[in-house]
């Protein structure tokens, strides 16, 4: 987004209107544009990331000296009515490949349809067939309806699993960085061994089960930078009933701390904890081992097998129903900076420090010293 020098006196847009756009804009993002008025020029480029809108300039039509008053003129380009990517990703231990198919617009008032399909390299494959609808209103609501389909592979823990989910979400802001959804989700598993030296505690959850659940997620992002941040805060809140029809039932709730602190000029240090408790909500009701919590491996405890901590049966990592894990680390650029201004400024050199534990704890029965025992006894 461009934007003139005069727009650095201005607190609040008046007007707004926008050209080089076809007729689509005007039923599309009619709504959204009359958000303008009121808005700082600050505040924009958020406002343009919820639209189909590619890219758009800006100019400002000053009338007298009353910077309290000021029009605006969007020069619009929007995204191609059909488009498509294949990339990859790196995370959770393992490399993807990601092909993604989009409809910006599709009925001319924001929606959008996006099938995506990604295989990883550790045999997990993921199918998500989504549509989005935006709503009008300050709080910047949208519906998402999914249908999807996960495969994944967890030899840690002896099983496999495959889910076919059908995943209502309604998001909104109730401030300009603090995001909440409001999910329900309806999945059918399938849990079987992995090999024939799968231990018996889990053989004996294998077979399908139908998940049914409620889940409420607040975020709030004050980083800087998603993947490297030099400074600001995280906060995740997730919490998921599960319970509303099916038979497996628990209550899971999970927090996600993270705050970074430029020392010097590209030296970052980053503190994070994360912890997590399940409880059963029923007898009725079951929770099994993919309900449960795990840590270990490179997103939480480092030098560790993925679910590498934590009761085990034979090789089989069972998962406990809590877990925290924290860590202080240090981020800096590579020695010597090759490839700096470029190629290079995708990668820091990482000094960590990682603790952390996972047990089964009982909320409603422990006393604060069994609560203290569990978190500091150690099953590795």
């Not at 008053?69 to 191609?80: G, L, N, P, R």
């Not at 995740?236 to 628990?250: D, R, Y």
């Not at 010097?264 to 399940?278: K, N, P, T, W």
Request: a neutral charge.
């Amino acid at each position: 987004m461009g934007h003139s020098d005069k727009n650095a006196g201005i607190s609040r847009f008046a007007q707004s209107r926008s050209e080089g756009n076809d007729s689509d804009f005007n039923t599309c993002d009619h709504q959204w544009a009359t958000r303008i008025p009121g808005e700082t020029p600050q505040n924009l480029n958020g406002i343009q990331k919820e639209t189909h809108i590619k890219e758009q300039s800006y100019e400002t039509n000053v009338k007298d000296v009353d910077l309290q008053q000021i029009q605006v003129t969007f020069d619009v380009k929007e995204h191609k009515r059909l488009t498509r990517g294949i990339s990859t990703q790196v995370g959770n231990n393992e490399g993807s490949v990601l092909i993604g198919l989009r409809t910006p617009n599709i009925l001319g008032r924001g929606e959008k349809v996006q099938i995506e399909y990604s295989r990883g390299s550790k045999r997990t494959s993921n199918f998500n067939l989504s549509f989005i609808k935006p709503f009008s209103g300050k709080n910047r609501p949208s519906l998402r309806t999914s249908i999807l389909q996960a495969h994944s592979e967890w030899p840690n823990s002896g099983y496999k699993q495959l889910d076919r989910s059908l995943q209502l979400d309604f998001g909104f802001y109730s401030a300009t960085l603090l995001k909440h959804n409001l999910q329900w989700e309806g999945t059918i598993r399938d849990l079987s061994t992995l090999s024939r030296t799968t231990s018996f505690e889990v053989r004996e959850q294998s077979g399908s089960t139908l998940k049914s659940s409620i889940k409420y997620m607040m975020s709030v992002d004050l980083r800087d930078d998603v993947i490297f941040p030099n400074t600001g805060s995280l906060i995740q809140v997730t919490s998921e009933l599960a319970g509303l029809g099916g038979n497996i039932g628990f209550f899971k709730n999970e927090v996600l701390l993270q705050d970074n602190y430029s020392l010097f000029e590209d030296i970052v240090f980053q503190a994070s904890l994360m912890a997590g408790y399940v409880s059963a909500i029923s007898k009725e009701k079951k929770v099994t081992i993919a309900d449960r919590c795990y840590i270990g491996g490179p997103l939480s405890i480092r030098g560790f097998e993925m679910r590498g901590i934590g009761p085990h049966s034979d090789s089989d990592s069972l998962g406990s129903n809590a877990f925290w894990a924290a860590g202080f680390h240090l981020f800096t650029p590579l020695p010597f900076r090759p490839g700096q201004g470029g190629f290079g400024e995708l990668f820091r050199t990482h000094l960590f420090l990682n603790t952390g534990n996972v047990g089964d704890l009982c909320l409603g029965k422990a006393s604060k010293g069994d609560i203290v025992e569990i978190l500091k006894t150690n099953h590795d």
